[in-house]
């Protein structure tokens, strides 16, 4: 359809609330997936899924309280204006994580303790975004650091973010490794089905996190594990 230039953007259709000080700012009608900068930046045009779910937890690490005290440093004369700049702040920080959280697996922060019992979290469920899996699943694998190759150990289950080690993880020797596949069985959110590879290193004080692949290649032959991979 020929619009002649007079076709508008659905940004110029917003009804704005208008304070002279802000400008033209919202938060009912940001969507973060369909949002481009004015300048295309290369990084966020070669932004993948997983890169996307990190910047939405950096995102989400920002509380209310520390939006409207950031926002407060502006030192507004209109108190209604720094009130209004807040509340579309946060209403922008939900919709980044409300699209991006649950995009992909969204299990975090997975740790062995001295025992081997398994515990993470789930960044979707935990900020309000999605509802709980139905379980948890766990593929524990023997781990050689030094070809990458795997040995499966066993298989474990849980409905929720903690399940007790396979009895086959006491035979790894301290200085030896583990793989543990982590995913979730949710029908509304079939990626989490795709599970996230950590490996832990046996230490003579537990279990050390030393490598985690959100999107891990199922078809590659695996390598030395990594530590500083973005959780």
């Not at 020797?173 to 490996?199: C, K, M, Q, Y």
């Amino acid at each position: 359809m020929l619009t002649y230039g007079f076709g508008l953007s659905p940004w110029q259709t917003v009804p704005y609330t208008f304070y002279p000080s802000v400008g033209n700012f919202e938060g009912d009608a940001f969507d973060p997936t369909t949002w481009k900068p004015q300048t295309p930046v290369q990084p966020y045009i070669e932004m993948r899924a997983d890169d996307a779910f990190w910047a939405a937890r950096r995102v989400m690490a920002f509380s209310d309280d520390l939006i409207r005290a950031a926002v407060h440093t502006g030192q507004y004369s209109d108190a209604a204006a720094e009130q209004h700049m807040a509340a579309v702040i946060i209403k922008r920080r939900d919709a980044v994580g409300r699209a991006y959280l649950p995009a992909i697996n969204p299990i975090v922060a997975p740790r062995l303790d001295a025992s081997g019992r398994l515990a993470f979290q789930n960044a979707a469920v935990d900020a309000g975004f999605a509802e709980a899996p139905t379980a948890y699943r766990a593929a524990w694998l023997r781990f050689d650091n030094a070809t990458g190759q795997t040995r499966p150990l066993a298989e474990t289950r849980s409905a929720t973010p903690s399940m007790p080690p396979p009895a086959e993880l006491t035979s790894i020797a301290i200085g030896g490794f583990v793989e543990v596949d982590l995913s979730a069985e949710s029908a509304a959110h079939p990626s989490w089905n795709v599970p996230i590879r950590t490996h832990f290193r046996k230490t003579a004080d537990g279990w050390k996190l030393v490598g985690l692949e959100r999107l891990a290649d199922k078809a590659a032959s695996g390598g030395p594990a990594q530590t500083g991979q973005r959780p």
